[in-house]
Antibody, heavy 121, light 110 residues
Framework: DVQLLESGGGLVQPGGSLRLSCAASGFTFSDYAMSWVRQAPGQGLQWVSTISGSGSSTYDADSVRGRFTISRDNSKNTLYLHLSSLRAEDTAVYYC??????????????WGQGALVTVSS | QSVLTQPPSASGTPGQRVAISCSGSSSDIGSNTANWYQQLPGTAPKLLIYSNNQRPSGVPDRFSGSKSGTSASLAISGLQSEDEADYYCAAWDDSLNGWVFGGGTKLTVL
């Protein structure tokens, strides 16, 4: 059974940094692209970043480019998102998601349960 | 402001058919397939429709999708109370080189 488990969320001050992790199991991790999608409180879904199965290619939303870094450790079956220069508007639940197939532009399926990041002083 | 445009709300009574629209542009839905996600209250999103009109295993055939030009549509027939959820459309955008979502449609079963 495919499982994605996020961790590392919490309260951080504006300008601070945080690293989210997503532990994957139940599939060959390196075969699939992985993504982060966030949802601000009471708001809709916003794509953040995607990384290819090998980790050689990454794609970022304009709103986070230069501040957030997606990475993965295929030996540990773990996806990461390093968040820096955090702003209040980065407050959201951050979901990790696997692509449905091995193609980078395949839809997100499944999703993790999410990790809440709160940026506040 | 979301790149893809959805109505903020929709409603229907049990047994009815409802449709939710998703309007995009030539660089997203016009060039790539549309996907739909269902988010039940308090839970993570779930893939509902992919490649415009394909259902993942386990999704009832009451849910169907279609695409025409730069727009997509999700239809739910035989509406049930458990269908009450937020629905999001999404597509890859060739200009942005990333995913774009609609703002979401909150479906209420009256």
């Amino acid at each position: 059974d495919v499982q994605l488990l996020e961790s590392g969320g919490g309260l951080v001050q504006p300008g601070g940094s945080l690293r989210l992790s997503c532990a994957a199991s139940g599939f060959t991790f390196s075969d699939y692209a992985m993504s982060w999608v966030r949802q601000a409180p009471g708001q809709g879904l916003q794509w953040v970043s995607t990384i290819s199965g090998s980790g050689s290619s990454t794609y970022d939303a304009d709103s986070v480019r230069g501040r957030f870094t997606i990475s993965r450790d295929n030996s540990k079956n773990t996806l990461y998102l390093h968040l820096s220069s955090l702003r209040a508007e980065d407050t959201a639940v951050y979901y990790c998601a696997r692509t449905q197939t091995m193609i980078v532009v395949a839809p997100f399926d499944p999703w993790g349960q999410g990790a809440l990041v709160t940026v506040s002083s | 402001q979301s790149v893809l445009t959805q109505p903020p709300s929709a409603s229907g009574t049990p047994g009815q058919r409802v449709a939710i629209s998703c309007s995009g542009s030539s660089s997203d839905i016009g060039s790539n397939t549309a996907n739909w996600y269902q988010q039940l209250p308090g839970t993570a999103p779930k893939l509902l429709i992919y490649s415009n009109n394909q259902r993942p295993s386990g999704v009832p055939d009451r849910f169907s999708g279609s695409k025409s030009g730069t727009s997509a549509s999700l239809a739910i027939s035989g509406l049930q109370s458990e269908d009450e959820a937020d629905y999001y459309c999404a597509a890859w955008d060739d200009s942005l080189n990333g995913w774009v979502f609609g703002g979401g449609t909150k479906l209420t079963v009256l």
